[in-house]
Nanobody
Framework: QVQLVESGGGLVQAGGSLRLSCAAS????????MGWFRQAPGKEREFVAT???????RYADSVKGRITISRDNNKNTVYLQKNILKPEDTAVYYC?????????????????WGQGTQVTVSS
């Protein structure tokens, strides 16, 4: 497995912005598909965004236009830039890796997970 450590969560007002980071171990990071998921209280974990080895990205419909996923292979880090935050964005955000580099969006298809970082958006 890959070690993943998220950071950047916190409390932010609605309409504000936040950037989450996920630092990964592993020498083949540039080949991994990296994803972000979130889990709100009382809800199931849901897909947010992914980025693959060729920087191809996919987003959940609920966040399109407000969220950007990116990666820096030199730093073994993936980012999630969140703009125009809404109270319904409040959740624990998890970073995930698929070492096979597939085009995946389901959580069960990812083999490594971070511990999560809390994002709370106040109205």
């Amino acid at each position: 497995q890959v070690q993943l450590v998220e950071s950047g969560g916190g409390l932010v007002q609605a309409g504000g912005s936040l950037r989450l980071s996920c630092a990964a171990s592993g020498r083949a990071f540039n080949m991994y598909t990296m994803g972000w998921f979130r889990q709100a209280p009382g809800k199931e974990r849901e897909f947010v965004a992914t980025i693959n080895w060729s920087d191809s990205t996919r987003y959940a419909d609920s966040v399109k236009g407000r969220i950007t996923i990116s990666r820096d292979n030199n730093k073994n880090t993936v980012y999630l830039q969140k703009n125009i935050l809404k109270p319904e964005d409040t959740a624990v955000y998890y970073c995930a890796a698929d070492r096979a580099g597939r085009s995946v969006v389901n959580d069960y298809e990812f083999d490594s997970w971070g511990q999560g970082t809390q994002v709370t958006v106040s109205s």
